[in-house]
């Protein structure tokens, strides 16, 4: 019902920044909170950010300050803005989409790996 096609990964340096985008495609759906989720090597995975639909954020302690997540409901699109990078920010990024198609369900993107150099 609902795909998810992740972009943006990438290799970059300490202190760098990098946009990495999530689009939802379907036929006929509805999108509630869309989420960013990171996990490394040996390590659960956790929740980076959220937002609702009308745009109210949560971020991970973490993260606060450096990154911003965003979206375009038009587009539905959801981003995430990272500035500052650290080599502990080193992960494979998920979005997380909780959409009505049908039912309520939540929809996983593929991933997409960001790597910081120290």
């Known amino acids: 019902q609902v795909q998810l096609v992740e972009s943006g990964g990438g290799l970059v340096q300490a202190g760098g920044s990098l946009r990495v985008s999530c689009a939802a495609s379907?036929?006929?759906?509805?999108?509630?909170?869309m989420d960013w989720h990171r996990q490394a090597p040996g390590k659960q995975r956790e929740l980076v950010a959220s937002i609702t639909r009308r745009g109210t954020t949560t971020y991970a302690d973490s993260v606060k300050g450096r990154f911003t997540i965003s979206r375009d409901n038009a587009k539905n699109t959801v981003y995430l803005q990272m500035n500052s990078l650290k080599p502990e920010d080193t992960a494979v990024y998920y979005c997380?989409?909780?959409?009505?198609?049908?039912?309520?369900?939540?929809?996983w993107g593929q991933g997409t790996q960001v790597t910081v150099s120290s």
């Open positions: 997380k989409v909780r959409a009505y198609s049908n039912k309520w369900s939540d929809y």
């Open positions: 379907g036929s006929s759906f509805i999108i509630s909170t």
